[in-house]
Nanobody, 125 residues
Framework: QVQLVESGGGLVQAGASLRLSCAAS????????MGWFRQAPGKERQFVAA????????YYEDSVRGRFTISRDNAKNTVYLQMNSLKPEDTAVYYC??????????????????WGQGTQVTVSA
């Protein structure tokens, strides 16, 4: 069993930055691909970014590429999402996710082994 706890959300103005953190506990962190997803009110949960187990490969949804950066510190069992140039359309609950399968299966949500509880990000115009 793996527990994922997100932090770092909040209310910011457009153009600001936030850094989300997701602390993992319970199993060997480096065995898991890690990802971030978001869900806006009335919309389906969508992929935002993913990072491979050792951190050598990163993947982004088109609307966040160039503004968001995913990283991980396997010594701290933590994955981060640095969000710059935030836009009102980035407003959502952001969820951390983990899987031991392929990154592709994470991106499509075909296989997610664990979810965090989510953290709210609100960007005002």
């Amino acid at each position: 069993q793996v527990q994922l706890v997100e932090s770092g959300g909040g209310l910011v103005q457009a153009g600001a930055s936030l850094r989300l953190s997701c602390a993992a506990s319970g199993r060997t962190f480096s065995n898991y691909n890690m990802g971030w997803f978001r869900q806006a009110p009335g919309k389906e949960r969508q992929f935002v970014a993913a990072i491979s187990k050792i951190g050598g490969n990163t993947y982004y949804e088109d609307s966040v590429r160039g503004r968001f950066t995913i990283s991980r510190d396997n010594a701290k069992n933590t994955v981060y999402l640095q969000m710059n140039s935030l836009k009102p359309e980035d407003t959502a609950v952001y969820y951390c996710a983990a899987n031991t399968g392929t990154v592709a299966s994470m991106i499509t949500m075909g296989r997610i082994d664990y979810w965090g509880q989510g953290t709210q990000v609100t960007v005002s115009a």
